[in-house]
């Protein structure tokens, strides 16, 4: 079976059709490598939760030191879900406002336009 991807609206061109397409391919990798990560997460966490509570109930009380990787890991998987669910791509509208906003600006001049 051949699948053409061809316009998906009325009034849409194979060349915005692609843009689109690419952008949810992109948009699917970064939710399923949020997923591994995730996981990777839980279970890392999981084993060194588990570490602690074994060594503490030898030893006595022992500071939980799991929370360290526990809280700054889980920053990074917060960043991670930013990225992958609710960041969205830059809007044709945002890029005229800032090119409307830096025409305005008196330093505009002064800005450097090889950085990508």
């Not at 602690?52 to 990074?76: E, Q, R």
Request: aromatic share 16%.
């Amino acid at each position: 079976m051949t699948v053409v991807h061809g316009p998906s609206r009325v009034g849409e061109t194979k060349a915005q059709s692609d843009v689109f397409r690419v952008a949810a391919i992109k948009r699917l990798k970064k939710k399923r490598a949020f997923w591994g990560h995730l996981f990777a997460y839980l279970v890392v966490n999981a084993a060194l939760w588990t570490i602690w509570a074994i060594d503490g109930a030898t030893d006595g009380f022992v500071w939980p030191w799991p929370a360290i990787v526990s809280f700054f890991w889980g920053l990074f998987v917060l960043g991670d879900a930013y990225e992958s669910f609710w960041k969205t791509p830059i809007s044709e509208q945002e890029i005229e406002r800032e090119v409307a906003r830096l025409r305005g600006s008196a330093s505009f001049a002064a800005l450097d336009t090889d950085d990508d």
